[in-house]
């Protein structure tokens, strides 16, 4: 079942378009992943569903319903960072946060357990690392325990330790049953931790798909050689080989989504073929993500 749907979502800042007549659909129990390089318009994306920046133009409906406010509740996100008071505890804080949220002050026990801040829960705000600060954002966003949860970049600026606690934490949240909508930039983020996911480029989508298939993709590869029948003979024993057929004067192969034009070039000559002609045709999303990437440094 859909539990977000988006159509032509459009955003423009000025003369910059942000997000570009988005189409997108979230099905209820995934964990989507929004990727993209920086100005993709991720956060723009994430801040129209939530209902805190304004479309150009556009619709999205949260559970098949357009325009109810009701549904907000059932969203839980960490978009704008919250604004936690450093000198009261993680308890305090959470307080707090229960009162504006209209939520039972029981709920903070088991959120502070999930999060893994219940032995520091009452040690001051400020002497928390950044991992617990971001878990203690995560926690205060599962309050009111929302079928969703959004989180925006969720690992920005931890080390390797935090970056793989908050990781693990999204994975657990997301085996307790919520739909969880993560935007982050890293290629590995998403592959670790999401089920689904859509790539974004200048505002543009380029690709979704599920994790599983979509990273493992072949690669298209062209090539010639003065004697292409023996070249034939010899591409059935390449170890990333799939399948091949015939374009005129050349072979397209289908290889295995780890293949390079320098891996399928060195087995060649190694088996006594030189090629007069060897082109990429089809990279792997990672390989084309990797090419966006270098294109917007
Ligand atoms: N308030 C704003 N005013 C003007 N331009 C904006 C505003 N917010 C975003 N933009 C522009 O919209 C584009 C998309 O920005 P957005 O923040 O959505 O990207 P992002 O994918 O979240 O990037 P990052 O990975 O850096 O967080 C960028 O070109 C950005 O400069
Ligand atoms: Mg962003």
Known sequence: M????????????????????????IEAGSVFGLLGPNGSGKTTTLGMILGVTNPTSGAYSWFGETGSHEHRKRIGSILEKPNFYPTFSAYKNLQLACLIKEVQESRIDEVLE???????????????????????????????NPDILILDEPTNGLDPKGISEIRQLIIEIAQSGKTIILASHLLD?????????????????????????????????EVSADDNLTLEAKILGYP????????KDKIEIHCKSNATATDLNQYLVTNGI?????????????QQFMEILSQNA
């Open 240 to 247: 990333l080989y799939e399948k091949h057929r015939w374009l």
């Open 189 to 221: 983020e998403v592959q670790k931790v999401c089920s689904e996911f859509a790539i974004l480029n200048f505002g543009n989508l380029i690709h979704t798909g599920k994790v599983d298939d979509g990273f493992g993709d072949q690669v298209l590869i």
């Open 114 to 144: 999930q999060v893994g801040l219940f032995e520091r829960r009452h040690d001051p705000f400020r002497t928390y690392s950044l991992g617990m600060k971001q878990r203690l954002a995560i926690g205060s966003a599962l309050l009111a």
């Open 274 to 286: 030189y090629v007069n002609h060897l082109t990429v045709i089809k990279k792997n999303l990672e």
């Open 2 to 25: 859909p539990i977000l749907n988006i159509q032509n979502l459009h955003k423009e800042y000025g003369r910059i378009t942000a997000v570009n007549q988005l189409n997108l659909t």
